[in-house]
């Protein structure tokens, strides 16, 4: 199926430019194909170029647009480099932003390393910001943009071996707020999506403790990754004009449990 079947409500981000980190695999994955499918220029970042070009593959095969640009978000310089070039590829200009990309190792406080919180904090925290900062000011003089930060449900209440995880996306949580009240008057909506327990790549490493998770909520179940992108397409468009620094859980009513 090409996008010149879709009906007119799936082409709606026809001339916008989306930049979707952590797009090679899961949420993200998931996320740049039905942009692409709305009619987004989608530029997908990740650090596996094979991984990259696949997604880019899948969406032209369909009939959408999309460019893979490689970078490392745990350094800086990387980032910055990331949102030169999509501005570049975006013909330029960047009208939605999905923060995505994040490193969530488990386990005791005490095992974590200096390098894995430096790591933990430059990837979910500082990334986000950098891209933030880099894009969202052309956003704000043009008038219009989405941004979109991926969070998680453990960034609202405490798990045991996700103090590091959970800390770094509470901190993100914070920030939809804060841009949002930067950007929100000049016509940039900040959001952000909280997945509860998703079957990913790179959630398979969880085992059963990804079910016994997903099985506190009354879901009962794991989300797919495309039941997550839904909700981020859904706040990139213009069904969501009206919301400004919401956090939309899409966790199963893991906080309704």
Known sequence: MTLSTTGPAEIDLAGQ???V???????????AVLLARRGAHVLVSGRNADRGEAVVAEIRAAGGKADFVAADLADGDSVRALARRAVELGDGHVDILINNAGVFPFGPTQA??????DTVYAVNVRAPFILTGQLAPAMAARGKGSIINVLTMVAQFGVAGMALYGSSKAALTLLTKAWSAEFGPSGVRVNAVSP???????????????DQLAALAPAGRPAAPDEIASAIS???GEAASFVHGAVLDVD???NAA
């Open 252 to 254: 199963g009513g893991r």
């Open 234 to 236: 859904y706040l990139a």
């Open 21 to 31: 980190t952590g797009a090679t695999s899961g949420i993200g994955r998931a996320a």
């Open 17 to 19: 430019t989306a930049l």
């Open 196 to 210: 509860g327990p998703t079957r990913t790549e790179g959630t398979a490493v969880m085992g059963e403790q990804l």
């Open 112 to 117: 974590a390393t200096d390098e894995d919180i």
